[in-house]
């Protein structure tokens, strides 16, 4: 596996920078207001500092088209790709540190199962924001400098990874449904798969460590 960049063509299946709103003060917040854990990663569907900034009404706005949003983070540090998730519309990341993304396509699950083959890495300079389509297949961002963590604001439609709806399964993706609007497939050496997530990466659980 080679670390590509967002700005490279081979992104363009997966994703395209978002440019032109004013992401300073988000930035400056996610920066100064977050905690960015050197032994694992945490995530937060909303946060007030975030939200309360210039660019949350341009995503909204502008971006979104209206659609109500929320601004959460996830921060840490990690090397692993670990599970897969996707949603049913597009995800604004927006890096306050150097940040590598581990994806794949939708497309290239077959029931239920991808094998960890398919995916590509690709990093994501500090400042810049990447809308992520709801077809690309991701998961927490992992650290593009040994040693180092990443902070990075996510911005997704209102009550996305909220609590899941009780659903009555009525077909072969509903098992995959982990929580509000997002479909989850873990690899087996996880502790998502342990808490009962869908196993359905397959091949190595892919480490970039030696490649950072």
Not at 17 to 29: M, Q, S
Not at 41 to 58: N, S
Not at 79 to 91: A, G, I, S, V
Request: aromatic share 8%; net charge negative.
């Amino acid at each position: 596996m080679k670390i590509q960049s967002v700005k490279d063509d081979a992104f363009k299946p997966y994703g395209r920078i978002v440019d032109g709103y004013d992401y300073k003060l988000l930035l400056e917040r996610l920066e100064s207001e977050t905690e960015k854990p050197a032994d694992g990663v945490i995530y937060e569907p909303t946060c007030e500092a975030l939200e309360d900034t210039p660019a949350f009404a341009q995503l909204r706005d502008n971006c979104y088209g209206g659609m109500p949003i929320e601004i959460g983070y996830c921060n840490g540090t990690n090397t692993k790709l670990n599970c897969f998730e996707y949603h049913r519309d597009n995800e604004i990341n927006i890096a306050a540190d150097d940040a590598i993304l581990l994806v794949a396509k939708l497309q290239d699950v077959e029931n239920g199962i991808i094998d960890s083959s398919k995916t590509e890495a690709f990093l994501c300079p500090k400042g810049t924001a990447v809308e992520v389509y709801s077809t690309t297949l991701h998961y927490a961002p992992c650290s593009a400098k040994k040693g180092e963590g990443f902070r990075v604001a996510i911005v997704l439609p209102r009550e996305t990874n909220f609590d899941m709806p009780n659903i009555t399964k009525a077909n072969s993706e509903d098992a995959y449904l982990w929580a509000k609007n997002k479909w989850l497939i873990a690899h087996k050496d996880t502790a998502e798969a342990k808490a009962g997530a869908h196993v359905g990466i397959t091949g190595e659980n892919i480490d970039i460590a030696d490649l950072i």
